[in-house]
């Protein structure tokens, strides 16, 4: 076995928790310093740390804990009747970055109409910005003591649908473009996805209710719920096609009304915030390789990252105030959904296999990940104040 998995996650925890308590110390979150010391210590810059097999699954156990923690701590009451609003605010919030990512393509490639392949190109362009990255608003949100007021749940709720949306969006575009996979099948595995988890969700919450009558706050009560968790991220991704951390969410909104929820939290913040949670966001630091950046490629990215994250603010903010939030919990929600991640990586990824994407715009899109989750805490914490 070598070893050197080892050095790299020393490396990574040290400069991640020193960088997050010097972003703490400015005023900023934690979260902020965590991604620039991934991006500090690994290919972008210093080049000390490379991405590895290892640190990837650490980093995927610390989204999903994260997402777990975040659905233990919901407020059960709150998320159903933000629901309706949390739909519109997920739905607009898609419609608008799609349309702002085709324009700003077309506008430095040429507007095309279908079936040309520089039409699907700037789809796909579109598409990659269509999905919330909700764990660093979490975080964020967290942080704050926020997370679990009226405008904390339905960012969380919107960002969830979000992604449910932005898979069958990333479907739809790939069956226009492949001819892979269909519709139907998608919105039927997402169905199937919801009916299990209701089902399965039923049983275990009676089950953990009853063990948690006979063994209060005691660790066997945590273990229990951390594999249902593991169960539902591997369900979710491996048999109905849906993002693991929709699988984790939905597993901690299963528990969450159990007695000892906060005890289960409070176990599963530990561990996720001492080691897995610095490692999935200096993650995203690490996975920077700026190497192929181009001057014409820079100012791509540039328009690129401004109109994502200004269509985000404009669809899902709006959305808030037809649902008559006002302007300023309007504002917050618009924000919090501009972080975008692992889904957007997802969505590139497939653009490239499929032949839609040429590479050089991979650039654009970590960069674009990057500046959202270090903007999207900062104007948060200065919007709350």
């Keep these: 076995m070598d070893y050197t998995f080892l050095l790299d996650l020393t490396i990574l925890i040290f400069s991640a928790k020193a960088l997050g308590l010097i972003a703490r110390r400015v005023g900023a979150p934690q979260v902020v310093g965590e991604i620039l010391a991934g991006l500090l210590v690994g290919p ?118 979000d992604d449910v949306i932005g898979i069958i969006v990333l479907t739809c575009v790939l069956g226009a473009t492949t001819g892979k996979g269909s519709v139907g099948q998608v919105l039927l595995k997402i169905l ?50 849906i993002a693991d951390i929709t699988g984790a969410y939905v597993a901690g909104i299963v528990l969450c009304t159990i007695k000892d929820a906060s005890y289960v939290e409070k176990k599963i913040d530990t561990s996720s915030y001492m080691f897995f949670a610095p490692l999935f966001f200096a993650g995203i630091g690490l996975k920077t390789d700026l190497s192929s950046m181009t001057t014409g490629i820079l100012w791509f990215s540039v328009c690129f990252i401004i109109i994502s994250l200004i269509t985000k603010i404009i669809g899902c903010g709006l959305a808030a105030k037809i649902c008559r939030y006002d302007w300023m919990d309007s504002l917050r929600i618009g924000v919090g959904m501009m972080t975008r991640g692992e889904v957007a990586l997802i969505v590139a990824q497939e653009g490239l296999d499929a032949g839609v994407l040429d590479s050089v715009y991979f650039a654009a899109v970590i960069l674009l990940i990057i500046v959202s989750s270090v903007v999207t805490p900062v104007l948060l914490k200065k919007l709350f104040v």
């Design 44 to 161: 972008a810059v210093l080049g000390f740390v490379q991405v590895t097999d290892p640190i990837e699954i650490f980093a995927e156990i610390g989204v999903i804990l994260l997402m777990f923690s975040t659905g233990l701590g919901t407020d059960l009451k709150q998320l159903i009747r933000s629901g309706p609003k949390a739909l519109l605010i997920a739905a607009v919030g898609v419609v608008v970055p799609l349309l702002g990512g085709m324009f700003i393509y077309g506008l430095f490639n040429g507007f095309s109409a279908p079936p040309s392949p520089a039409f699907y190109s700037a789809l796909f362009m579109g598409t990659i910005i269509t999905a919330t990255s909700v764990s660093i608003t979490v975080a964020a949100l967290q942080e704050m003591g926020k997370l679990n007021t009226e405008v904390g749940t339905a960012i969380v709720g919107a960002a969830v649908i």
């Design 192 to 241: 199937l996805f919801f009916a299990a988890a209701f089902v399965v969700g039923f049983l275990v919450h009676k089950i953990m209710g009853f063990l948690d009558a006979r063994y209060p706050h005691t660790q066997r009560i945590t273990i229990y719920s951390l594999a249902f968790c593991l169960f539902m991220s591997y369900a979710a991704e491996q048999w109905f096609g």
